[in-house]
């Protein structure tokens, strides 16, 4: 069973930058595409971005482009994500989440999910 551990989160200040890790254990990530998805109080979870199982291929949300970047390092199991020129609308609690398919922006596609990781960007 593959399980998904998020970290990195914390508190900054708008116009700071995070880096956020997602640690796999129980399965080699190499085998799976990875996203993150983020979900502020009272919304739905919405996709940030995601990369393919070899790191080649990556998406972004247009809200995210040109300051998150998605990276992963198979031999270390986790895949990153670098988040630069934060605002307070990036306040959410971020997820990682692993499909064995096809990764794309939709959540249904994704079938491992791990706790998720606390972002505050103050203004």
């Known amino acids: 069973q593959l399980q998904l551990v998020e970290s990195g989160g914390g508190l900054v200040q708008a116009g700071g930058s995070l880096r956020l890790s997602c640690t796999a254990s129980?399965?080699?990530?190499?085998?799976?595409?990875i996203g993150w998805f983020r979900q502020a109080p009272g919304t739905d979870r919405e996709f940030v971005a995601a990369i393919g199982w070899s790191g080649y291929i990556t998406s972004y949300a247009d809200s995210v482009k040109g300051r998150f970047t998605i990276s992963r390092d198979n031999a270390k199991n986790t895949v990153y994500l670098q988040m630069n020129s934060l605002k307070p609308d990036d306040t959410a609690v971020y997820y990682c989440?692993?499909?064995?398919?096809?990764?794309?922006?939709?959540?249904?596609?994704?079938?491992?999910w791990g706790q998720g990781t606390q972002v505050t960007v103050s203004s």
């Open positions: 989440a692993a499909s064995s398919g096809y990764s794309g922006s939709a959540v249904s596609n994704y079938g491992y």
């Open positions: 129980g399965r080699a990530c190499s085998s799976y595409a």
